[in-house]
């Protein structure tokens, strides 16, 4: 079996708990360096996956190990420069959400992949919920009229990043991307934005109008009691409730008894990393690069999300 040769950069903690878990199991994976300048973190995560060669600076890390895919997990303001310069040695590259600070800068890194023909992805890891996609499947077989995107937490930090970016474009940004996925193209947005006993926007409320005549919601708000992300599909004659990470019911025909399935049975696994889709995506990814053909989440998919985000702010009621 021929291996895709794979060089990391970020031995953060999403990058140890979910990525690299995924890639170490996949038999047709090499990973062939590791790179990031605090070497503490750098030793710990090289002796936890057997990752042989170590470097604290990226650009040596590429031109020694010869990667064909990079996958680059660093905070969104660190993450631009990377990205560009391993698209310039036209490699295929795996970025975490969200794709930049803005959308111009995912737009840069969108032309820049196209041009030098490489295949990119980003994380956005709900599409690829195995209880998600099996709820979405079944709605979409009797045609969606209406879905909600609903993220909730209880945050009572500071400005993301010191302010380098915002709580929408940083995080919520999972429920934005995951209306899109339910209902597509998007026609017209009214929100409303507000700060609410803070110095920077905290609660987000959008009604979405799509191509398809189909009506999304978003409620994403961090003040509340506690973190919950869920979704909800309504399509002809069937209603589905999803908790990603939990379970999902699915109602048909009227009828009192719904369908009830556990995340860790969709995922067949109660590992978080595959129940909350990152061992999907991770999969989906090194399919593409294989096969030669673009991923689903591509940064110019991700353009798409990242101007919604935008419409939401400049479309407020």
Not at 49 to 78: C, D, G, R, S, W
Not at 185 to 210: G, L, Q, W
Request: aromatic share 10%.
């Amino acid at each position: 079996m021929s291996k895709i040769r794979v060089a990391l950069i970020g031995a953060g903690g999403m990058a140890n708990r979910v990525h690299y878990p995924s890639l170490v199991e996949f038999g047709d994976v090499e990973i062939v360096g590791l790179c990031d300048v605090i070497e503490e973190k750098l030793k710990a995560t090289a002796q936890k996956f057997k990752i042989e060669k170590t470097f604290t600076n990226y650009k040596k890390m590429l031109e020694e190990t010869n990667p064909q895919a990079v996958y680059i997990l660093m905070p969104p303001h660190h993450l631009f420069d990377l990205v560009i310069h391993c698209l310039n040695q036209k490699l295929h590259v795996f970025i975490e959400k969200p794709p930049g600070i803005n959308t111009e800068q995912t737009m840069q890194m969108a032309l820049l992949a196209e041009k030098n023909k490489c295949l990119t992805m980003t994380g956005f890891q709900r599409r690829f919920s195995p209880l998600s996609v099996a709820a979405k499947k079944k709605v979409d077989e009797r045609g969606l009229v209406q879905c909600t995107a609903f993220f909730v937490k209880n945050y009572s930090g500071g400005p993301y990043y010191a302010g380098a970016t915002d709580i929408l474009t940083c995080d919520a940004i999972h429920a934005v991307d995951n209306l899109r996925w339910m209902g597509g193209e998007v026609k017209k947005v009214v929100s409303d934005v507000r700060a609410i006993d803070t110095t920077y926007n905290n609660v987000f409320n959008a009604m979405v109008k799509f191509e398809s005549g189909a009506v999304g919601f978003l409620v994403a708000n961090w003040i509340v009691g506690k973190r919950i992300f869920s979704i909800e599909m309504h399509g002809k004659g069937i209603s589905a409730f999803v908790e990603p990470e939990v379970k999902s019911i699915i109602y048909k025909d009227n009828k009192e008894e719904g369908e009830v399935t556990l995340a860790k049975d969709a995922a067949e696994s109660a590992e978080l990393y595959k129940i909350a889709g990152f061992f999907a995506e991770n999969r989906h990814f090194i399919d593409c690069v294989k096969e030669n053909k673009q991923t689903i989440t591509n940064f110019s998919d991700a353009v798409k999300t990242m101007e919604l985000v935008d419409r939401i702010y400049h479309s407020q009621m």
